[in-house]
């Protein structure tokens, strides 16, 4: 942590304005806010962070983030143990579980394949998903991948490892989103949804 | 400083929470970059895919400025080759070429004109854009100045049975002036020469022959191999050509 100012507050401004979604401007709002309360706001919250950074990690198993390893998903006995959903990041996998659409185990890449960029497969969790899968037990893999050129070009690469394994593997559907209006929709999604038209 | 005209998305990378810098390729201003505000949100993310065409404005106070780029989409090229293994193949293969073969901001008019009709023939599948893209590699190599001279045989003259291609000096030799150099020789495949139909191993040797010198000597004077996607459509192409033996 360097260059980072020494008065305490532009300190926890300045560490506050680093995470997604916080400005400058909204981090100073905010530090302002526990300011006014510290005993019932910065404590708990300080409490939060160190004891989440303790104790979270990856999961041996998916590589979902849980304070247990495999996590609260991989040890959910309901769940459908021959489905696992493969996803590139945690915020897809907790997405998914948002949904309520998915009951069965999941599989987190790690990125996509991205040439450009230098990501190769052994940048990613492919061998530790072939590996789960020659362990025997799962029947269907379902690549839920972000619709990108990246993306779908890693969901073709994993569908040709995954083959030899004489499982079934499907993709998301890619469409007109739900209460999407046709006339807003961009040329490719549209595209998309008319080659995959189903029978009414 | 202010320019707007058709461009071919080759690379896109995310800048901040939601911006993205992307390198597009158009006529006039060859491979350029700009600075896409929101070029990763929900809204823009499918405008700027490698492969589509866009209608491209590019904004900037002095010229050597990265600029601020934004664009309409003019046709959906990354999401008409989706679907297809092979088809995406081909568009990653040729924007990711292009991207690092390229200079910045000098004009390759055949080039990206070569982009495009490759771009357009791939909506018909991507057996049909194949041969295109071996051509477009030459043509690529000759814009560069590494071109093949495929014109007559380097060691007898002759114009016909042409067949190979010397691997050091990029030039054409005959079936009979082969002889027992024929297995360190480069196959040429005929469509290079305008010669009858092609099939899925000529547009093997159509991209190990340019594969050869683009990795020689474009890449490999950056001291960079051949980009990833493009090892991967010959990879592709080749388990085409020779799939995989049966176990059972």
């Not at chain 1, 309901?78 to 897809?92: I, K, P």
Request: hydrophobic content about 45%; aromatic content about 4%.
């Amino acid at each position: 942590m360097t260059d980072l100012p020494n008065d305490p507050i532009e300190r926890l401004i300045a560490l506050l304005a680093r995470t997604p979604g916080m400005g400058r401007r909204s981090a100073r709002r905010a530090v302002l806010k526990m300011l006014m309360r510290p005993q019932e706001t910065m404590l708990p919250l300080a409490e939060a962070l160190t004891e989440a950074a303790r104790a979270v990690r990856p999961c041996e198993t998916c590589g979902n983030l849980d304070a247990q390893s495999p996590c609260g998903i991989c040890r959910d006995p309901q769940r459908d143990r021959h489905l696992v959903c493969v996803v590139e990041g945690v915020a897809d996998l907790w997405a998914l579980e948002r949904a309520h659409a998915h009951r069965g185990l999941y599989h987190v890449l790690g990125g996509v394949l991205s040439p450009l960029a230098g990501i190769g497969p052994e940048d990613l969790a492919v061998g530790p998903l072939l590996t789960r899968i020659a362990a025997g037990g799962v029947e269907e893999v379902i690549i839920a991948l972000p619709a990108t050129v990246d993306g779908t070009a890693t969901a073709h690469y994993l569908t040709d490892r995954l083959r030899p394994a004489g499982i079934a593997v499907t993709r998301l559907a890619q469409g007109v989103p739900l209460g999407g209006a046709l006339d807003v929709l961009d040329e490719g999604t549209l595209a998309a949804a008319l080659r995959a038209r189903r029978p009414a | 400083m202010e320019w707007q005209a058709p461009a071919v998305v080759l690379d896109v990378r995310p800048h901040g929470e939601s911006g993205a810098v992307v390198t597009l390729l158009t006529e006039a201003h060859g491979r350029h970059a700009g600075l896409a505000k929101g070029g990763a949100s929900r809204a823009q993310a499918p405008l700027w895919q490698p492969g589509n065409l866009v209608e491209a404005r590019w904004v900037a106070r002095l010229a050597d400025q990265l600029g601020a780029l934004s664009g309409e989409l003019v046709h959906p090229a990354a999401a008409l080759a989706m679907e297809d293994p092979l088809a995406l193949s081909v568009l990653r293969a040729a924007t990711s070429l292009a991207e690092g073969a390229l200079p910045e901001r000098e004009a390759h008019p055949r080039i990206f004109h070569g982009l495009v009709a490759l771009i357009a023939t791939l909506a018909r599948g991507a057996e049909a854009a194949l041969p295109d893209l071996v051509r477009w590699e030459a043509d690529l190599l000759a814009d560069l100045g590494y071109g093949l001279d495929l014109a007559r045989c380097a060691v007898t003259g002759t114009q016909d049975e042409l067949a190979f291609v010397s691997p050091r000096t990029g030039r054409a030799v005959s079936e009979r002036a082969a002889g027992e150099w024929r297995d360190r020789l480069l196959p040429l495949p005929a469509f290079l020469l305008g010669q009858g139909p092609s099939g899925p191993a000529d547009w093997l040797a159509g991209l190990r022959l340019t594969g050869h010198f683009l990795a020689r000597d474009v890449f490999g004077l950056q001291h960079r191999p051949l980009p990833a996607a493009r090892e991967m459509l010959a990879d592709r192409l080749a388990a085409l050509v020779a799939p995989p033996a049966d176990p059972g």
